[in-house]
């Protein structure tokens, strides 16, 4: 189970927080470029040991970035690079002068991706770590200097609270309008929306890259029952718990998203086939160990992933919505793949299905249930 941190309190920013260090990576690359051609145009004033720190601090992104989204906790990391940086950017700062440089100001620049990574209480601890480091290289380089000119730390301080404060309101802002258009209400998962984009990016990463990815769809049984003889809020109620049992039985960058009614899909990039059923049985055992809205309920659950070089998510969707339809024929409650032979009359009821539904179906409609 992937719990909550002291960093992101609330574990659905985990995918949040991936997804915008995916967006963040080539404009730090950027930022780099840019701080190196400025380091040497100073280097008079500054010195060369100044251009030392940006390479390290590149090499630390480039070291962790491959294994963020496989972390249990892949906040943690994230953070110790960033305060490392902020450390180095300290040191480089008191050796080329301390206050009198303009140089500490730079300690700005990591404090706007602050918000965009973490909860607000991530953003007030990183803004009080780089506060302690300003004091730290004023003080600690010339203590007389900053008492007779307080103005020396004054000024850098205010540019860093205001600009810490000015973006936070603006990725709030942000992720509020994005959270509208990809996340579903109810649940707070992904929607059809988001999962649309990430397939997207996953079909480039996985023809890049060679690695295959595994599409989960799954349904709910016999959830048409819940609002028809309890009504709509015992559904809701039964829909939310759900999420909770298949988000929390998920890796940090395994991504479920509900797409509709009562049909979740769930996204494992560089899974096989046999490594997605066994994560679609963890699900539901996940779902059927726990009340969901104070019912027993099961769900079903179809497996594809994707052959040889290559992700079309359109043609492992429909091979995954087959198996679906074999778990829902073969009675309920159970794991199927596109490699699953079925039994009897579970197989004959597919054949009926598959034949009255021929295709696949948009991102994510529910199937009709047998009887």
């Keep these: 189970m992937t719990k909550n941190g002291w960093l992101l309190p609330d574990g659905s920013d985990r995918e949040r927080m991936l997804e915008m260090d995916r967006q963040i990576t080539p404009v730090r690359r950027a930022c ?5 051609v400025a380091l ?4 008079p004033w500054f010195g060369w040991y100044t251009l030392v720190p940006l390479p390290v601090i590149a090499a630390m992104y480039a070291g ?5 989204p496989r972390a249990r906790h892949p906040e943690y990391p994230l953070f110790a690079v960033w305060s490392a940086t902020q450390v180095m950017i300290a040191a480089s700062a008191a050796a080329a002068g301390g206050p009198h440089q303009p140089g500490l100001t730079w300690l700005a620049i990591p404090l706007i991706t602050l918000s965009a990574r973490f909860s607000l209480r991530g953003v007030a601890i990183g803004l009080a770590f780089t506060l302690v480091l300003v004091l730290a290289v004023g003080f600690g380089v010339d203590a007389r200097a900053v008492i007779d000119n307080p103005a020396l730390l004054i ?6 609270v205001s600009v810490t404060m000015f973006q936070t309101v603006l990725m709030r802002s942000d992720v509020k309008y994005r959270a509208e258009a990809k996340l579903d209400p109810l649940t707070r998962m992904l929607n059809r929306n988001a999962l649309g984009h990430r397939a997207a990016e996953l079909e480039h990463q996985a023809n890049v890259r060679g690695e295959p990815v595994a599409v989960i769809v799954g349904d709910v049984d016999g959830f048409k029952r819940i609002n028809d003889e309890h009504g709509h809020a015992d559904g809701d109620a039964s829909l939310r718990d ?4 298949l988000r929390n039985a998920l890796r940090a960058f ?3 998203y509900r797409t509709g009614g009562e049909e979740f899909v769930v996204l494992l990039p560089g899974a096989n086939e046999a490594h997605a059923v066994e994560i679609a049985e963890k699900l539901r055992r996940a779902v059927a160990a726990r009340p969901c809205g104070g019912h027993a309920l099961t769900m ?8 040889g070089h290559g992700f079309d998510y359109n043609a492992v969707f429909a091979r995954a919505d087959r198996a679906l339809y074999q778990a829902k024929s073969s009675g309920r409650d159970r794991v199927c793949s596109t490699g699953s032979r079925g039994e009897g009359h579970g197989l004959a009821a597919l054949r009926q299905v598959v034949d009255a539904h021929p295709g696949p179906r948009a991102l994510g409609s529910s199937p009709p249930e047998p009887a």
């Design 32 to 36: 780099f470029l840019v701080m190196a």
């Design 300 to 307: 079903s659950f179809g497996v594809a992933a994707s052959e």
């Design 254 to 256: 395994d991504l479920v």
């Design 242 to 245: 759900i999420a909770d049992a």
């Design 40 to 43: 040497v145009a100073c280097l």
């Design 155 to 160: 000024a850098p301080i205010t540019l860093m």
């Design 64 to 68: 962790i970035a491959p294994r963020l």
